[in-house]
């Protein structure tokens, strides 16, 4: 995997990890794919596996959103967050802590 990938890491309401966004722009087509990694409750959360899990994920099996015509680095994690939150395939501390940040990082 190349360097031209973000992380972000999702928190619970107390602001406790549980998870891990992996992001790569792709400019040219004006999209960023991601994927996510959650940790079980029981587990205690790992960042270096949790970015290794995210970041597989990325690469075999990528979500896509679309960014507008002119976008900055906000914009890119709020398209993101905004898709982690409509998508009701994904678990669901994933998406309760896309819509804190939503909540939180809205401008």
Same mark, same amino acid.
Request: glycine letters at 4%; a positive charge; hydrophobic letters at 45%.
């Given at each position: *995997?190349?360097?031209? &990938?973000?992380? *972000?890491?999702? $928190? !619970?309401?107390?602001?406790?990890?549980?998870?891990?966004? #992996? *992001?790569?722009?792709?400019? =040219?087509?004006?999209? @960023?794919?991601?994927?996510?990694?959650? @940790?079980? %409750?029981? !587990? =205690?959360?790992?960042?270096?596996?949790? +970015?290794? /899990?995210? /970041?597989?994920?990325? @690469?075999?099996? %990528? &979500?896509?959103?679309? /960014? %507008?015509?002119? &976008?900055?680095?906000? !914009?890119?994690?709020?398209?993101?967050?905004?898709?982690? $939150?409509?998508?009701?395939?994904?678990?669901? +501390? #994933? $998406?309760? #802590? #896309?819509? +804190?940040?939503?909540?939180?990082?809205?401008?």
């Amino acid at each position: *995997m190349n360097k031209n &990938y973000r992380v *972000m890491y999702l $928190r !619970d309401k107390n602001g406790w990890t549980v998870g891990c966004v #992996a *992001m790569l722009l792709q400019s =040219k087509e004006r999209q @960023v794919g991601f994927q996510l990694s959650v @940790v079980n %409750p029981a !587990d =205690k959360f790992e960042r270096v596996l949790a +970015r290794q /899990l995210a /970041l597989g994920r990325l @690469v075999e099996q %990528p &979500y896509f959103v679309s /960014l %507008p015509r002119q &976008y900055n680095a906000h !914009d890119i994690s709020e398209a993101v967050m905004v898709a982690i $939150r409509n998508n009701s395939a994904l678990p669901t +501390r #994933a $998406r309760e #802590a #896309a819509r +804190r940040w939503l909540r939180v990082n809205s401008l």
